[in-house]
Structures are given as C-alpha cells and as structure tokens.
C-alpha cells in the first residue's frame, strides 16, 4: 500500500513531530508513505475569505501533486474536508478540474478515520486521563467522532475522558480569531475551562489549529493540561514537550 | 430601525462586557438547547420528519407563484383580502390605509418579525396610532424601547429584575401595587395591563408562521394565546406575512408545525396554534369583521432561484440562534438589525445591503453547527461563504486582510519560495522564544494573545526534516 501524505502548513511550519507520529503509524500498516514534495497550503484561508480564484489558484498544483495515489492521508480534519467536501464545490463549473477534485476527495482520508479503517495497531503507553477535542471540520464535514476514541481506547494505560459542550467549537475559526478576536477569546475560555472542568490531564485532537488555541488559553490560565497531536500520542511521542510546552 | 451592523465588533465588544446581559445569555442559552435535545430523542423518526419537511418547503418554494395565486383566491373567497407590498414602505401604506378606512385609534399587535422587519409599529405611530405588543416578551421590549435580540424570544436579554424594574416605573398606580419578584407575578401584571388594551383595541395584527394555499388560512403558533386575542377581539384583523410562507395543504402545515415546536422550544406543540380563516362569517359567534393579508416581498422573488433560495426554507424556530457559540457569546442586538445569529448574518445583508452588514458573514468559525440543527437542513455556513466571495469581489473586504490573504496565496503558490520563508519565519520564531516554547506576547499577534499564549513553534520545518531524513535515511 502506497500513502501520500499532505502534513498541512501548520504541521509543517509548527509542529513536524505530528507529520512524523502520522509517518509512523501508517508506515505501521506496512505501507510506503510518500510525502508528495510540491505541498504548501490547501487554501482553505482564501476559500473561507472569499477569494475563490486564489483558493483555485492553490487547489490545481495540491490536486495534480496529490493525483495517483490510491490514498491521500491527512493529519488534519479541516484540511481534509477542504479537500474532500469544497474542492468539488470549488470547481463545480470546470468539468476538468472537477473531475480530478472528485478523484482526489474520493482517496482523501483524515488520518484517524484512515487508521482505525485499516485497523492500526496501536503500540503506546500513556498513563492518564486523556480527554478527545473534535475540531468541527471532522465532527460535522467528516462525520470521525468514533474513530479517534477507539484508537485511544487501544492505547495502554490510558483512560478516556469526555469534555462537556462537547460540540462547541473552540473559537479558533480561521481568521476568525483575529478578526473577532474579543468573541473567539470568549470560546476557547469556555473550551478551555470545560477541558479542564472534563477532569483530563491531557487533551488531544485531529487538528493543530483548535490545539494551538485551546493549548494557548489552557497556558494563560497556567493550567497543567498537557496538550498534543493525537497522532503524537498514538505514536508514543509524549515524551516530548507537548504544544506551548519549553524544553525540559 | 436603523441597522448599525456596520459596527459589529464594536457592538460585541460592549455585549461581552455587559455583565447583566452576560448573567441573561448564560440562563437562556443551555435551557433551549437541552430543551431541544430532549424533545428530538423523544421522537425517533426526527430525521424523516425533517426530510419531509424540507420536501414539502422545496416544492411549495418551485411553485410559489402558484400557491400564492391559489391562497389569494381562496382568502377572497372566504370574504377576506390579500394586499401585495413589494417593498416595506408599501407594506406599511397598506397597513395604514386599512387602519385609517376603519377608523382606528388603537391597534393591538401580535408578535411579527416581518412587523419588525418592515417596522409597522414607526410607521403607525408617526400617523398617531397607539400601538400595543401583547406578546409579554415584545410588549417588555416595547416599553424598554428595544428592539427584540431573538426571533422567537424578544427579550431574552432581559433578565428578570430588569423586567421587575420596567414594570414597576411604567405601571405603578394605586390598586396596582404588589410585589414583583416571581415570574407568575410578572406575568400576572402584564396579563392585567394588557387584557384592557384587547378589549379597547379597534385593529389586530398578527404575523403568520404558514399560509396555506388550499384553505386561504393563515397560521400562527404562540405560548400566550395573545395571537388569538388580538385576532379575535378587534373590528379588523391584520395578518402580516412574508410570501416564502405558502404552502399547499393544511397537511403540509401539521409537518411544519411539528419541526418548528421542537426545534424551537423543546415543545411537541406550542400551546396555541391557531388557524385563521377569513373574517367572521354570519353564524359565528366572534371574530373580526374584516381579514386583511399583506403580503411582504421585501427582497424574497429575488432570493428565488439564486445561490440564497434555500434561505426560504427558514420557518424561524430560531435554533440557530440558540446553538451559535457567536450568538450566545454577543446576545442578538449585536448583529444591529431585525435578525440575529446564523440566519439573521445570511438575511442582513440581502435586506439593508452587504456595506451595511459585511461584519456578519465574517463573524462566524463556520463551525456548522446551525446547519446541523436547522430543521430544514440550510446549509447556513456555505451562505455566509458566499456572502463572503460577494464582499471579496465588490472590493469591501478591509485592505489589511486582503493584503495578508494575497502575499500568502503567493507565497503558497511557489513551493520553493514558501520553503524559503517558512524556514526563515520558523526560526526566528523559535529563537525568540527562547525555549519557553510559547509567547505571552509579541508584535503583529495582539489579538491572539491578549487572551492566550501563542505556542512557539517546534523549530524546523517538516519538509525540510523528511527531506534529510530521506537522503540520509
């Protein structure tokens, strides 16, 4: 099995432990994975802006880089419902393009939902309560809600823990979050007060941009939360400093 | 009503600091919520329900001209009388020419969004009408001189000794002085005031949740039973109605009504649903003498059709409202006109103007999570993109943002250029951090980290580590 897999830009620039605990759980499945090297960005921040000639501008090179392969996996709910959910509506009026967007939604996978359908075994240990966030991206473009919880029911030592308000979004959104920033600092203190409200003493989830969030407002309240990838704890990489964490 | 949505931020700003209003927010928003919840597991077959009514809205929507056309004939038939107003101001003419050929001083009204959104009740009381809400939730916001802050709860906003206050300096008289501190109490109070005001009142006005094309009837869901006293009581009933209303049977309506109570307030059935039928025929015992329908476009024929039809589906339950983490952080005055929350920032700009109502659209994470408990499944958040492409495209996207959005576009277009200055941006990043592996501050990032640290990034880009780690293995 070959898997090209697209880390997304806020892997790549801010946390590549997470494109490397992905590279290690799926070359756990004993496939061959290829990091297709013309990847930048999905262009999700244009499409959500409005500015579709540039989103389109970024999804033609993504597409042809990404073409050919049996399977497309990303670490990210929100990029992958870009590419799975808007790409064809992107190009619902170039029958070419359209084709190849169809093509490509049809391989692409979040990474969780791919792993626990290829049934990865998961080989790590991490003592403690360990809450899931849902990015709304997988919730409700993706539908992953079970996925996810049973990959970590695999983990050893571990013991999962429910967040209240669970299917309330952090307040991340993009460019929401400098746009309004006043209202988004409100969501992620009731997100970040219901982790900790949750019992957890780490948090996880599919999706870099609510853990840069959520973990930036659990920090500013000095909370104790360690915060990662979930691919980072599925792979058994929290030994390291986890998200908004110093070197120890 | 003068929208100030241009002035959204800063509205929101004010609302996040109003710590009254903060205290009401906080109590209504999870009572709708679990209520809704509750009612939707109690009737498994909510998902065909709602299948069907989005098939019945689709399709009286295809042929909306039909049914209009067939509500109207029948409506006259039954002694009654449609009145087209393309525009608010010839909404408001009509309702005024019927208020003054019947001699009208006093006018009692139910509760309208459409009233609000045409604003009747300025335009009736610039020509010297008296009007009273007899909703308590419109009739609480009337005397506070606001506008309502939710589609199905006008003063949500207000909390309970807020209203005690009002009531207190507006109503005290001898032989009406008593204690205001429950809400029975409350409710009593309003419940005397208002019931001399039915009695007195000349013209009714009520709105309209369904028109049904086969009878002619007009159908309005309420909790106070204030709808049927306004109706009924008065010479002359009005019923304001937008056109998206229509649907072809009285059968289609019963689907309707059993979405719109459960995904509004939790109910199986609202407590009064009333269905109006022309004016009182010659055995019945009360009723108006004269039935009005006034017809409001207001933009709607131009939504038919285009990328905002499926906003016509709406019956205003006003769960989005209530499921908006945006709305219930602000409250709905906020969005500064007569619709809040996701359906109010897809609505706003196509009735004052996308200028006037840009910072809607743009005030949402697109969480999606109107659009999973719409009951007639509008898919909310692609509107709010469109309206956004719209904004793009006219040139109103502010400068600044513009300017970020092209030089990353450009920079993502050329690989080699991003690796470039990902590189350069990441390592200058981890430098200034120092290690401590996040920022309580720094330059250009105040919005984010006036409330949250900014993590640091790892150091490194991905690509450039996979790159070595492929050639040296």
């Known amino acids: 099995m070959r898997i090209a897999l697209f880390v997304s830009c806020l892997v790549d620039l801010y946390r590549p432990s997470v494109g490397f605990a992905a590279v290690k759980l799926l070359e756990g499945l004993g496939a061959e994975v290829v990091v297709p090297e013309g990847q930048t960005c999905c262009g999700q921040p244009a499409f959500n802006s409005g500015d579709l000639a540039a989103a389109r501008d970024l999804a033609r090179p993504l597409i042809d880089t990404l073409a050919g392969f049996e399977h497309v996996v990303v670490p990210s709910g929100s990029c992958a419902g870009m590419l799975v959910k808007y790409y064809p509506e992107l190009f619902a009026h170039e029958p070419e393009w359209l084709a190849k967007a169809r093509t490509l939604a049809r391989h692409s996978r979040e990474l969780s939902a791919f792993l626990a359908e290829h049934g990865a075994v998961i080989d790590a240990r991490h003592a403690g309560r360990v809450a899931m966030h849902d990015s709304c991206s997988s919730r409700r473009e993706l539908n992953v809600l079970a996925e996810p919880r049973r990959l970590l029911n695999a983990v050893a030592g571990l013991e999962q823990v429910d967040i209240p308000e669970a299917e309330t979004c952090c307040g991340f959104g993009g460019t929401f979050c400098v746009k309004y920033p006043d209202i988004s600092a409100r969501m992620v203190s009731d997100k970040a007060e219901a982790v900790i409200n949750s019992g957890a003493d780490t948090l996880v989830s599919g999706d870099m941009g609510c853990l840069l969030n959520i973990a930036g407002r659990l920090k500013r309240m000095e909370s104790p939360v360690r915060v990662y990838h979930i691919a980072e704890l599925l792979a058994g990489m929290t030994d390291a400093p986890g998200i908004g964490e110093g070197e120890r | ?167 207190e300096a507006l109503h005290h008289r001898p032989g009406l002085t008593r204690p205001l501190e429950t809400v029975p109490q409350i409710v009593d109070e309003a419940r005397q005031i208002l019931r001399d005001k039915f009695l007195a009142a000349d013209v009714g006005i009520t709105g309209a949740n369904f028109l049904i094309a086969e009878t002619g009837s007009t159908v309005i869901v309420t909790n106070e039973g204030n709808g049927d006293l306004s109706a009924t009581l008065p010479r002359v009933h009005i019923v304001l109605a937008s056109i998206e209303k229509a649907v072809p049977t009285l059968e289609d309506a019963s689907v309707l009504l059993r979405l719109l109570a459960r995904s509004a307030t939790g109910q199986e059935i609202t407590s009064y649903t009333t269905f109006f039928t022309g004016p009182r025929r010659a055995d019945d015992l009360d009723g108006p003498e004269e039935f009005h329908v006034v017809l409001v476009d207001n933009g709607r024929s131009q939504m038919l059709g285009g990328a905002y039809h499926e906003m016509l589906r709406c019956i205003r339950c006003g769960a989005c409202l209530n499921h908006c983490p945006v709305y219930g952080a602000v409250g709905g005055h906020a969005y500064g006109w007569v619709y809040p929350g996701p359906m109010g920032a897809v609505l706003t700009p196509l009735m004052v103007g996308l200028k006037e109502g840009r910072p809607l659209p743009n005030a949402s994470t697109l969480c999606g999570r109107c659009e999973a408990v719409c009951p007639m499944s509008i898919p909310l958040p692609k509107m709010l993109r469109e309206h956004r492409r719209r904004e793009f495209v006219q040139g109103l996207t502010p400068p600044r943002g513009r300017w970020a959005l092209a030089a990353w576009a450009y920079g993502a277009r050329r690989p080699w250029l991003y690796r470039k200055l990902g590189r350069w941006m990441v390592a200058m990043l981890k430098l200034m951090s120092g290690g401590r592996g996040r920022f309580r501050s720094l330059p250009f990032a105040g919005a984010w980290t006036a409330a949250r640290d900014l993590p640091a990034p790892q150091g490194g880009t991905f690509m450039d580590q996979w790159q070595r780690r492929k050639h040296h293995g």
């Open chain 2, 1 to 167: 009503m003068k929208p100030s949505s241009h002035a959204f931020a800063e509205n929101a700003r004010r609302a996040l600091h109003d710590a009254t209003l903060q205290q009401a927010l906080a109590k209504a928003g999870v009572g709708f919520v679990d209520k809704r919840r509750g009612a939707i597991a109690g009737l498994p077959e909510f998902e065909a329900l709602r299948e069907a009514g989005r098939a019945i809205k689709d399709h009286s929507l295809a042929n909306l001209d039909h049914y209009l056309a067939r509500f109207e004939q029948q409506v006259t038939a039954g002694g009654g009388q449609v009145h087209w107003a393309e525009t608010p101001a010839q909404a408001c003419a009509a309702v005024l020419d019927i208020c003054q050929q019947a001699g009208a001083r006093m006018i009692a009204k139910g509760k309208s969004m459409v009233g609000e959104e045409i604003a009747v009740n300025d335009a009736l009381e610039a020509a010297g009408y008296e009007v009273v809400e007899t909703d308590l939730g419109e009739y609480i916001i009337q005397i506070a001189h606001e506008p309502p802050s939710h589609i199905i709860a006008p003063a949500v906003h207000k909390t309970r000794g807020q209203i005690a206050a009002l009531f």
